[in-house]
């Protein structure tokens, strides 16, 4: 950006040194520049000048672990008086820790907004109540300005343990091993508080709202902690489709039938720090300590089953392998493999391996599909069908081809059709109208010479 092009926003913070600049004055000023750089500019300006409150709602906004609990907040039309920024403060605090809940927080809210003026409110204290600054700031570009000017000013970033695909790793598959399947569910990571106050997150950090009757049986034991503690886990329902559709509905919500499968546990400070202290069997030692004495008193809370192996012994291997295929025979995407000795890391961690086995079906071209951009004037996708293990299945394959290959099938679509072809996926999956499909579909070859011809 130009001296020229710099906002009248980044001046005004720099002549006037101590008198900031309100946070919504910079959020115009954001939103009216669309380049990178220049949102950068400008929060770099900010950050020079030491506009705290700015970064204040910054952080109250962008970091995932401050909720306020509340799904709507009203927008404001002409101006009230002004609202005291430590007025806001003081509320946002008390809806942060669930001192104001309900319909005392709407009323505490609704009185501030009835005092604010329109621009402050809709674009600054509303924004930060609703957890979104709606101007094309992330954490990671204030992180990025902010590193080396005012570290403090840094927003966190939410991140659980992840884990590596063991394909390329076998030779970590030694020792003694801690084995569980790997559910097909959504991630989410529940906070607990002794208060009885419970927080739940997405992997990436999104609040969930409509898990409810999960977080209520939680919430009633929440006493037997002393601290702060996280619960990582995967919710369940009969339906993946159905529960993805549900987790962030904002009316008619129905997710009764859905179940938290826990697998883990750690302190709230350390999932902040993004490292824990206890190893893995310890941890595993914990949560079912806290759970079985309770777990009738929680129908849809569990605790995956695990089972230790040594993988260094023919009886290891040969459990190892059973686990294995009746986990995949069981519907589950397969199986989890964890290091005893391993701390809690909140990265992408070689102490967790997952198996995922694939299977192979073979199924009917049904019909041929141009592609798009590169692949733009040969094929695209294959239109598939056929009955897999009692299953009708119909799935678009797109991926697994040459260039060669796509340019020969486009150039013999009629000799394609009705030909046999291998397909390789993770699993079979259910469709919302109740035929089936492939996940992660891949061609793998042509099982025969001839249309229909299966070899």
Not at 13 to 36: C, F, W
Not at 94 to 100: D, G, I, N, P, V
Not at 373 to 381: M, S, V, Y
Not at 425 to 430: F, G, H, S, V
Request: charged content about 25%; aromatic content about 8%; overall charge neutral.
């Amino acid at each position: 950006m130009t001296q020229n092009g710099k906002s009248a926003i980044i001046r005004h913070s720099k002549k006037l040194g101590a008198v900031m600049t309100p946070g919504y004055l910079v959020i115009i000023s954001l939103q009216d520049h669309n380049g990178r750089l220049d949102k950068e500019a400008i929060v770099r300006a900010e950050a020079e000048a030491g506009n705290d409150e700015f970064f204040k709602g910054c952080r109250a906004a962008l970091d995932p672990m401050i909720t306020y609990g509340v799904k709507k907040v009203e927008e404001k039309t002409g101006d009230g008086k002004g609202l005291n920024p430590a007025t806001f403060w003081k509320t946002a605090e008390q809806l942060a820790k669930r001192e104001l809940t309900g319909n005392a927080a709407q009323v505490a809210i609704n009185h501030m907004r009835m005092n604010a003026k329109e621009s402050e409110w809709n674009l600054w204290y509303r924004r930060i109540l609703i957890k979104d600054l709606r101007c094309g700031v992330s954490q990671t570009t204030i992180n990025n300005v902010v590193e080396k000017i005012k570290p403090n000013y840094a927003i966190p970033i939410f991140t659980c343990q992840l884990a590596t695909d063991s394909t390329n790793f076998e030779n970590l598959l030694v020792g003694e091993k801690i084995l569980e399947v790997k559910l097909d569910g959504m991630r989410v990571i529940t906070v607990v508080y002794p208060d009885g106050r419970v927080d739940q997150y997405s992997r990436n950090g999104k609040e969930l709202l409509n898990f409810g009757i999960i977080k209520e049986q939680i919430a009633k034991h929440a006493k037997f902690f002393k601290v702060a503690m996280v619960l990582d886990g995967e919710v369940m329902s009969s339906s993946f489709q159905d529960l993805m559709k549900q987790a962030h509905r904002k009316s008619d919500v129905q997710t009764d039938d859905a179940v938290l499968n826990l697998f883990d546990i750690l302190t709230l400070a350390e999932f902040q720090q993004g490292v824990g202290n206890d190893v893995q069997i310890s941890r595993s030692v914990a949560l079912k300590s806290w759970y079985d004495p309770i777990a009738d008193h929680m129908p849809n809370v569990t605790v995956v089953g695990q089972e230790i192996v040594d993988l260094d012994t023919p009886e290891g291997k040969l459990r190892y392998t059973e686990i294995n295929k009746q986990a995949v025979d069981g519907g589950y995407e397969g199986i989890m493999i964890k290091s005893l000795d391993a701390v809690y890391e909140c990265k992408r961690a070689r102490n967790w391996l997952k198996l995922k086995p694939f299977i192979e079906v073979s199924l009917e071209v049904k019909d041929v599909e141009e592609g798009t951009g590169k692949n733009e004037g040969r094929l695209g996708n294959l239109i598939c069908s056929g009955r897999d293990d009692g299953k009708d299945i119909v799935v678009s394959v797109g991926s697994g081809f040459s260039d060669s290959l796509r340019d020969s099938i486009w150039a013999d679509i009629p000799g394609t059709i009705g030909q046999i072809v291998e397909v390789r996926a993770d699993a079979i999956t259910m469709n919302q109208n109740g035929t089936y499909s492939l996940r992660f579909p891949r061609f793998k070859s042509f099982r025969g010479f001839e249309p229909g011809e299966k070899l």
